[in-house]
């Protein structure tokens, strides 16, 4: 019995279509990356199943018009049936052979193209997700989803079959594009049900690599449609043999039929080996095995996961149908034996690593390597906050008299590293979507609320380690207050200083302050030179009176003793006495003058000296000497 | 005939996993749901488990986190009181308390959260402006205890939003909100830094002419104390001598005995000690013992002989 493909092509058409449409809304429902790519394989599916059914159709059509005019022939006489033209007895011959030479390749040509040109965009739209940078991404209802595909896949598998079955047996080449990509549309179905089944089980990406696979897949199957059409110029046209349809990708009938893989394998091994691998009983045991080993390889990955392994450090909250399991819902570090997937679930935390973030700036990667911190350079992306400014607050009234107003504030720069640990952790995971995030915004909003009440000099000096611990306990305080589990270790104010555009201004203050200093230090030590000297000074000059007092005194008492003894002396001679006395005093004081002996007693002499120095004008005017005594 | 049942018990179990997917769901402890049936609201579920429903597209299950939400509104200008610009953006926290009246508000969007939280951070942002402008400066930027009302700023917001919710039924509630930054403008911030710098350049004049003035009065001072010391001194000294006057005056009795011979001597005593320096002398031979040359040396004591 003839069977009509063209039924079964229509049907293949109408499935896939319905298929492609439900997959691209659930897809994007659940916001499934590998769904929405899965799709675009579908929609290529749909045209090539309508150009398939199309061409399924005009092959009828031919056959009809070939039966037509045998039966013609057969009742009417064979020369004036062929006294006609054979283009206008064939015309749905002709038609299919148009639809051959020139819609074909066309088509195909145009194919190649639309799946370049998606893979291309697929992949750039990809790596823009959010999943690319390495966003956590979750699917959306991920059971809906899964179920979803799950029936996609069941349906398409059958229906796939089913064709393919069909296309093999009868040897309906036109029906086999169609049938190899609803088989692949099959599988990929089940491979995003998978991909979500791993998403959901707590490796957020799985969605991300399935779509990027299937990408991969796309480019593969346009490089073989554009390598296939070059192909077919070359290739060697035997009359009356039909060819496959150019647009039937190989790569697609390869994927649909994992079987024929598996041949193909044992063909390319036996060639290999160069005996029967094929023919072993391990490779027919393997091949007769691959049905139930596959599920048994999927009920053992279900059963392992009721066995959890809780890492050192790590906690885990651990879920019966999403509910807390009485007695158990804190799993500590160990092995832990639950019900398997979906029953039970463990959210795994680092409960006792020491987390931190940070407030008031942001780190730039670039240059946290600079091994100086200065105030005048920005070392990271710095936030100013406002710091209550008393002094300016006193000058306020001032600068408003005189119609200036500026907020009586300063700003300043801080860099607060903090350190917390999680130490309840049902309240920290079931209490706040974020309790990190959370923790983050009450730290910045104590550390502008405290800012803004103390001094601005205060706080960069001697108030620096006291602002730290009343931080730290103000963050614990607000942590506590909303019970968020963590306990607050340190809050470090790493960086104080006041905004890179002021903070030179800061430093010459400094500078002014060390050079008033050097100045005070330096008349210090001037104070100390002057006031040393002139005691010493002072000393020399009580020394020198007492030496004087003691030389007066000494002279006094010698003087009065010698001339004690001069008077007898110069009693008994006067004359004599005090010419010898007068004689002996003069040579031996003047025994180092220089002396001009004027001896001309004659003549009105012009006398000149020429002594360098200046004389005193009175130098011998005193100096009388004792008329000698006549004798 | 063995290998079909096998295919056929893994088909069957696939379908029944298939149908348990679509029948059956889970809510977790984090989570809210709401179920529709052909898209109307039908069903809450408030509490954590595992429950039925008809497969897509009779019943749909929509899931909320019911944990506190906690997003960062945007960052505003706002006036205060004393007509002031500054900058104030706040953090909320919020809670899906009643997913039925939430999700018909919300559930249109993509990410209802984001829509819900785009619709609360106007509210915020009303409540927050109208706020501000009833307090001054002072308010948020003060010592605590000494005026600042920032706990109670907050508390009004919270309050102010909290009351335009109740009106609006979006089956969200705030649990709290805090201010997370306060700012000013950027011309105003330019004035800071403006009033900052003049305020250093007052600090370093200070500095330089008090290290000035300083250095000054330690010289002063210690230059005052040099003097006393040396007029101690040397009034000590005068002392001293004055002492040593008196010891010696004792002596001068002894002079009187012979005043002459006493002036005799102490002129002798004046002349060895003025001639002590370098000194020029000019003689003539009248002066002892020069006046030897008179008779001994001369013409005229050569022509007297020759006579």
Known sequence: MERNIQKNGLVNLLVMLGVGVAGFAVARYSQSLAGQVSSLFVGLGVLVAAVSWFQMRLAEREQLEKFELEELARGHDRSALFEAREADLFPAQRSREQFDRF???????????????????????????????????????????????????????????????????????????????????????????????????????????????????????????????????????????????????????????????????????????????????????????????????????????????????????????????????????????????????????????????????????????????????????????????????????????????????????????????????????????????????????????????????????????????????????????????????????????????????????????????????????????????????????????????????????????????????????????????????????????????????????????????????DLLRDVTVPAPKSK | MKRNSLTLTIGALLILIVVLLLFMFQVRKSEVAVITTFGKPTRQIMDPGAYLKWPWPIQNVHKFDQRAQNFEAKLTEGQTADSFNLLTSVYVGWRITQPKDFFPKFAGNPDPIAEAERVLDRLVGNAKAAVISKHPLGDFLAPAGGGNKFAEIENEVLAAVRQDLRSQSYGVEIEFLGIKKLGLPEPVTQQVFERMTSERQVLISKSQFEGEAEAQKIRSEAERKAADMLSDADSEAMRIRARGEAQALQSLAIFQKNPELATFIFRLNALESSLKEKSVLILDQSIPPFDLFRWAATNISTRAEAR
């Open chain 1, 103 to 617: 819609f074909v390749p066309i088509f195909t040509i145009l194919l190649g193209l639309i799946e370049a040109g998606s893979a291309w965009l697929l992949w750039r739209w990809l790596a823009k997700s959010p999943a690319a940078a390495a966003v956590v991404a979750s699917v959306k209802d991920p059971f809906l989803a899964m179920s979803m595909f799950g029936v996609f896949f069941l349906l398409l598998f059958i229906l796939g079959k089913f064709a393919a079955t069909i296309a093999r047996l009868e040897d309906h080449r036109l029906l086999r594009p169609g049938a190899g990509l609803l088989m692949l549309c099959a599988y990929l179905s089940l491979a995003v049900a998978i991909g979500i089944a791993f998403v959901e089980g707590g490796f957020p990406r799985a969605d991300f690599y399935v779509a990027a696979v299937l990408c991969g897949l796309l480019a593969l199957v346009a490089a073989e449609t554009l390598v296939v059409l070059v192909l077919e110029i070359y290739r060697p046209r035997v009359k009356g043999r039909v060819g496959r349809p150019l647009y039937e990708s190989r790569l697609v009938g390869l994927l649909g039929q994992p079987e024929s893989l598996i041949t193909t394998a044992a063909h390319a091994v036996d060639y290999q080996f160069g005996f029967k691998v094929s023919e072993t009983w391990v490779y027919r045991f393997l091949e007769r095995a691959v049905l139930w080993l596959v599920p048994l390889q999927i009920a053992a990955l279900l059963i392992s996961t009721s066995f959890v392994i809780i890492q050192p450090g790590e906690q885990g909250l651990l879920e019966r149908f999403g509910r807390q399991v009485e007695g158990r819902t804190l799993l500590e570090a160990g092995p832990h034996l639950t019900w398997p997937w979906p029953i039970d679930k463990v959210y795994r935390f680092r409960a006792e690593q020491i987390q931190s973030f940070n407030v008031g700036f942001a780190p730039d990667p670039a240059r946290e390597r600079e091994p100086v911190v200065l105030w005048t350079v920005a070392h990271t992306k710095e936030e100013n906050f406002l710091i209550a400014n008393r002094d300016a607050r006193q000058q306020g009234a001032a600068a408003e008299a005189a119609g200036k107003r500026t907020p009586p504030v300063s700003l300043l720069t801080v860099s607060i590293p903090v350190q917390f640990q999680i130490t309840n952790l049902v309240s920290w995971a079931y209490g706040n979507e974020d309790a990190a995030a959370l923790l983050q915004n009450m730290a910045t909003r104590e550390v502008v609320r405290y800012l803004a009440g103390v001094n601005l000099d205060d706080l960069m000096s001697q108030g620096r380690g006291a602002a730290s611990a009343e931080l730290r306990d103000r963050v614990q305080a607000a942590s506590d207050g909303r019970q968020l589990g963590a306990r607050i270790i340190s809050v470090g104010l790493q960086d104080l200083h006041p905004p890179v555009k002021v903070a030179p201004d800061y430093e010459k203050v400094l500078g002014a302050q060390q050079s008033r200093q050097a100045k005070i230090l330096a008349a210090q030590a001037e104070a100390i030179r002057t006031n040393a000297l002139a005691e010493a000074q002072a000393t020399n000059r009580i020394n020198r009176a007492t030496a004087d007092r003691r030389a007066t005194e000494m002279r006094g008492l010698a003087q009065a003793s010698l001339f004690t003894n001069q008077i007898p002396s110069y009693a008994a001679a006067p004359a004599v006495y005090a010419q010898r006395a007068y004689l002996l005093t003069f040579a031996r004081a003047t025994a180092n003058a220089r002396k001009y002996l004027w001896l001309a007693t004659n003549t009105h002499d012009v006398i000149q000296f020429d002594l360098q120095e200046s004389l005193a004008k």
